[in-house]
C-alpha cells in the first residue's frame, strides 16, 4: 500500500482555537517537538504510539488524549494501516499550565462523554456560521477537561436553574438574531460564567442557545422565501454566513432545501 498523506487545517473564528488539524497518515512518523499550545486528539481509524516524558502512551478509538504544551513529543502509525486522527489545539484561555504536571502524568483519557463532545466540536468547528456553537461545546469540553486533570474541580452537583439568567439571555438573543453575539461577548454582558449561561438557557427552554438562535433565524428565512425573496439574499438578510450555511440549518428543521420552499409558496 502507497504512503498516504492526507492534511487537512485551519484557524476557526472561535476564541482559544489556535487551529483545527485534521490527518489521515499510513507510514509518517513524527519526531520529537514541541507544540506552544494544548494538543486536544482523537483518532477515528487506527491509533497512535507516542512518546510524552520517557513514558510510552496509545490512543485506541475510546480514548482522549490532551498533550500539553511546551513537553517534547513524538507520534507513529500503531497499526499498519496507520492512522486518520482530529485535532484542536487550544491557548491557555481555555486551558491554564496550571495543568500541565496533570496531563502529563495521564494525557489519555478513557471517556466516553468526553470522546463524543470533542467530536460534536469538530462538527461545529468546520462548519462557518456555527461560532456560537462551537464556543458552547468547547466550553464544556474544557470544564470536562479541568475537572479530569484536577479531581479538586470536580463539582458535587450542578444547579442549572436560573430563569432569571435564562430570560435575559433570551432576549439578548432576539435582540441579535442577525448580528448574532459570541459567547465570551454574552458572558461579559450577562455577568456569568459561559457553560453556566449555557446550563441555565438550556434547563430553562429545552434548548440551546445556538439551536434558539438558529430556529430564529430559520422563522425569519421562512418568511422571507415565502415573499419572494432568492435564498442567496435570504442567507445574509438573516444572519446566515451564506446560501450553504442557511441551507444546511433549513433543510434539518423544515425538511425541505430553502429553494424548494420558496417554490411551493401559493
Do not use: C
Not at 462538527?123 to 484536577?150: I, K, M, Y
Not at 420552499?261 to 401559493?266: L, V
Request: glycine share 8%; aromatic share 6%; no cysteine.
Amino acid at each position: 500500500m502507497a504512503a498516504r498523506q492526507e492534511v487537512t487545517a485551519w484557524r476557526p473564528r472561535v476564541r482559544g482555537v489556535t487551529e483545527v488539524f485534521h490527518a489521515h497518515f499510513t507510514e509518517y512518523a513524527y519526531p520529537m517537538h514541541v507544540h506552544d499550545a494544548w494538543t486536544l486528539l482523537i483518532v477515528d481509524d487506527g491509533a497512535v504510539r507516542y512518546d510524552l516524558e520517557r513514558h510510552e502512551h496509545g490512543t485506541p478509538h475510546d480514548t482522549v488524549s490532551l498533550l500539553p504544551p511546551h513537553v517534547p513529543h513524538n507520534g507513529a502509525p500503531a497499526t499498519p494501516h496507520g492512522f486518520r486522527k482530529r485535532v484542536v489545539y487550544l491557548d491557555a484561555s481555555v486551558l491554564g499550565e496550571d495543568l500541565i504536571g496533570a496531563a502529563v502524568d495521564g494525557p489519555d483519557l478513557r471517556d466516553a462523554l468526553l470522546r463524543r463532545r470533542v467530536g460534536q466540536l469538530h462538527t461545529a468547528l468546520a462548519q462557518p456560521g456555527d461560532e456560537l456553537e462551537a464556543e458552547s461545546r468547547l466550553t464544556f469540553v474544557a470544564e470536562h477537561l479541568r475537572e479530569r486533570l484536577d479531581e479538586r474541580l470536580r463539582p458535587a452537583g450542578r444547579d442549572a436553574r436560573d430563569p432569571a439568567l435564562a430570560r435575559r439571555l433570551r432576549e439578548l438573543l432576539d435582540a441579535r438574531v442577525t448580528d448574532g453575539v459570541t459567547l465570551e461577548e454574552t458572558a461579559r454582558l450577562l455577568h456569568a460564567h459561559p457553560a453556566h449561561l449555557v446550563r441555565a438557557f438550556s434547563g430553562a427552554y429545552g434548548i440551546a442557545p445556538h439551536q434558539y438562535l438558529t430556529s430564529r433565524r430559520v422563522g425569519r428565512a421562512r418568511r422571507l422565501l415565502l415573499d419572494g425573496l432568492p435564498p442567496g439574499e435570504v442567507a445574509t438578510t438573516t444572519g446566515f454566513f451564506d446560501q450553504a450555511h442557511l441551507t444546511r440549518h433549513f433543510r434539518k428543521l423544515v425538511g425541505v432545501t430553502p429553494g424548494r420552499y420558496r417554490r411551493s409558496a401559493r
